[in-house]
């Protein structure tokens, strides 16, 4: 009348292998449309901000658009956003740079 339980058993090996390919795949895709862009952006913020000098007109994250007018550690800038005005942030603070000052020649 009803199934044995030797024909409800079958498969067992299979069925578990098939049962992670769904969660394999929602992975690889998570991986490919979040976390791998997420990592390339922080990665040329990073390169954005150390290649920083005095002159470059900043917009901070706050949307204070300024002048940078002293690097003064590896962390710290001073940007003037006023004449006669300047502050004191962290580097990782800048989210753009408006134009860039050419290096002096040499």
Not at 35 to 56: E, F, N, S, T, Y
């Amino acid at each position: 009348m009803f199934a044995t339980p030797a024909y409800a058993q079958a498969g067992g090996a299979a069925s578990a292998f098939t049962s992670f390919v769904p969660l394999i795949l929602i992975f690889a895709i998570m991986y490919f449309l979040l976390i791998r862009p997420q990592q390339k952006k922080l990665k040329d913020h990073r390169a954005m901000v150390a290649a920083l000098r005095r002159g470059d007109q900043v917009v901070t994250q706050g949307g204070i658009i300024g002048k940078v007018s002293k690097v003064k550690d590896d962390n710290e800038i001073e940007v003037e956003i006023a004449e006669g005005v300047r502050v004191r942030m962290v580097k990782s603070t800048v989210a753009q740079v408006l134009s860039k000052t050419e290096p002096a020649a040499s």
